[in-house]
């Protein structure tokens, strides 16, 4: 359940005495579950149809309580069951209309599973067609954004759960004329910022200890996070700009 925080004085104009938030409030109230949310994602999703936020005579965004958790909702059916925004929307306008829904679940498939408890972290892992399905694009799209390294399949011929994060984000920056290999320059980045975590955490990986090795993964994800916030906050002061 996401916790949405109460009107108040102490919140200012974020959330106001009828409980209503504001679109900076919305996106650190989904952070703690959703941390690649965006309000680009939020925005997007409106556009969509998938929520309706009420507006401010100067046109501001206004989220209730209960706008949250259906944006709740759509995140987690994109994340946990890859799928695409049609039939969100359908499950959403069935459910609101009483009817019992059953979510198709492609399920996830841990490193090391036919060997017992795996001493890494669980991989969320989604097939070519579900993939597709998910960021609502065709072949030759993901064709050309795996020309450029923007997605990469997996050794096994499937991709990793951030492929649907990237992959719709693409699908967003194209809406601004951005196009696939306009982003190279992004993913050279983000594959230096990448190596540059792994040389600190490797010779914690390379450890006997599972112990050790379990402090590398939390490591990773701590300098992971770091890293993506250093690398917005370099770009919004280059810009000039400042996101609520």
């Not at 209309?97 to 996830?108: F, I, K, T």
């Amino acid at each position: 359940m996401l916790r949405t925080p109460s009107g108040g004085a102490g919140h200012g104009t974020a959330a106001t005495d009828n409980g209503l938030m504001s679109i900076g409030t919305v996106l650190n109230v989904l952070r703690d579950e959703f941390p690649e949310v965006t309000v680009s994602k939020i925005r997007f999703l409106e556009s969509e149809g998938l929520i309706e936020p009420q507006r401010t005579p100067s046109g501001y965004r206004k989220f209730s309580p209960d706008d949250v958790e259906r944006l709740g909702h759509v995140l987690r059916m994109q994340r946990d069951h890859y799928l695409p925004l049609k039939v969100i929307r359908e499950h959403l306008d069935a459910t609101e209309r009483g009817e019992a829904v059953q979510l198709p679940s492609l399920g996830r498939q841990r490193d090391g599973e036919a060997g017992g408890e795996p001493e890494g972290p669980t991989v969320a892992r989604i097939g070519r067609a579900e993939l597709l399905a998910a960021a609502e694009i065709g072949e030759q799209e993901l064709e050309e954004w795996e020309s450029y390294g923007l997605i990469a399949p997996l050794a096994d011929g499937v991709y990793d759960a951030e492929a649907v994060t990237v992959a719709g984000l693409v699908v967003e920056l194209g809406r601004f004329g951005i196009e696939p290999r306009h982003l190279r320059a992004v993913k050279a980045a983000a594959d230096r910022e990448a190596g540059l975590v792994d040389q600190v955490v490797a010779p914690l990986r390379r450890h006997r200890n599972p112990q050790t090795r379990a402090h590398a993964e939390a490591q990773t994800k701590e300098l992971a996070g770091l890293a993506v916030k250093l690398h917005a906050a370099l770009v919004q002061s280059a810009l000039g700009v400042r996101l609520p």
